[in-house]
Structure formats: structure tokens, C-alpha cells
């Protein structure tokens, strides 16, 4: 399993990006895919995921802002960030949980500037 993410960069605050990532390996229709994100110093977080049914999920400070959404035909997983915020810098990690493991893609860089 190979996740592979792109789209993370500068913005000022206020401003909006789109992250996205592929994974490949295997079929993955069904399985929980996800955005976490870790900004030096601290934990990494959850920031949203989807299911295989669609049903999404979000971190209480992203939500309103943030859309996570995904292709099925194209194992792709979205995020959306709108409005983006300083303390919403941080190396953002794709996820995907297949057959009992967690599998992360490289990471991409948001910067926000105030």
C-alpha cells in the first residue's frame, strides 16, 4: 500500500487549500481514509476522515472550514481547507486503514501566515 499526497504550500490566513492523496496497491473502497496533521511540537491529530460509506468525521476546530471527500473509483481522498488559520500550520498526513494497519502517506507542509 502506497499513499502518495500532494498540495500543501504557503497561504495567509483567511486563504484556502486543497490537499489530495492517492492511494494504490490494492482496492480500497471500503476502507476509513483520513487526514491527520502534526505541527512541530505536538501530537499528531486527527483533522477528518471518511468512511467507506461516506460518512465523514471532524476535529471540532476544523469543522465549518474543512471538507474531507474522496473519489472511489480513483482511491483518492480531498481536503478542502478553507479560512485557513495560523494554528492550522502544521505537516499534514494522509491515512488509510486497510486489513488491520494504518498506512501514511509522506506528508505535506501547510504554512499560514498571519
Known amino acids: 500500500v502506497q499513499l502518495q499526497a500532494s498540495g500543501g504550500g504557503l497561504v495567509q490566513a483567511g486563504g484556502s487549500l486543497a490537499l489530495s492523496c492517492a492511494a494504490s496497491g490494492s482496492r480500497f473502497n471500503i476502507n476509513p481514509m483520513g487526514w491527520y496533521r502534526q505541527a512541530p511540537g505536538k501530537q499528531r491529530e486527527l483533522v477528518a476522515s471518511?468512511?467507506?460509506?461516506?460518512?465523514?468525521t471532524y476535529a471540532d476546530s476544523v469543522k465549518g472550514r474543512f471538507t474531507i471527500s474522496r473519489d472511489f473509483n480513483k482511491y483518492t481522498v480531498y481536503l478542502q481547507m478553507n479560512n485557513l488559520k495560523p494554528e492550522d500550520a502544521a505537516v499534514y498526513f494522509c491515512?488509510?486503514?486497510?486489513?488491520?494497519?494504518?498506512?501514511w502517506g509522506q506528508g505535506t507542509l501547510v504554512t499560514v501566515s498571519s
Open positions: 491515512n488509510i486503514w486497510f486489513r488491520g494497519k494504518d498506512y
Open positions: 471518511i468512511a467507506g460509506t461516506g460518512r465523514t
